[in-house]
């Protein structure tokens, strides 16, 4: 292997969930059931060598204004 593999492991629970890589949306989970668990390759989000800069937004369900207090999440 020539270059390292970079994975983000996802964990939410009783969310919608978004990342974004360097401005780029990359993994999105919408769902009512609301519970994913995922290790998610980003090798090709990553346009160049340094600095990566990533945000996550957690959101709650469709139809709801604020997120349930049984809210979990890990990255």
């Known amino acids: 292997m ?3 593999l ?3 492991e996802i964990k939410a ?5 978004e990342l974004w ?3 780029i949306i990359i993994f999105s989970h919408f769902s009512e059931n ?3 668990w995922i290790d998610w390759p980003i ?3 990553i346009l160049e060598a340094g ?3 990533y945000e996550v937004r957690i ?5 709801q204004s604020t997120l349930s207090h049984n809210v979990e999440v890990e990255f």
């Open 21 to 23: 890589l360097n401005d």
């Open 6 to 8: 970079y994975n983000l």
């Open 59 to 63: 959101i709650p369900y469709k139809n």
């Open 43 to 45: 090798n090709q989000f």
């Open 51 to 53: 600095i990566q800069h």
């Open 34 to 36: 609301g519970s994913v």
């Open 13 to 17: 629970f009783h969310c919608s969930v």
């Open 2 to 4: 020539t270059r390292p």
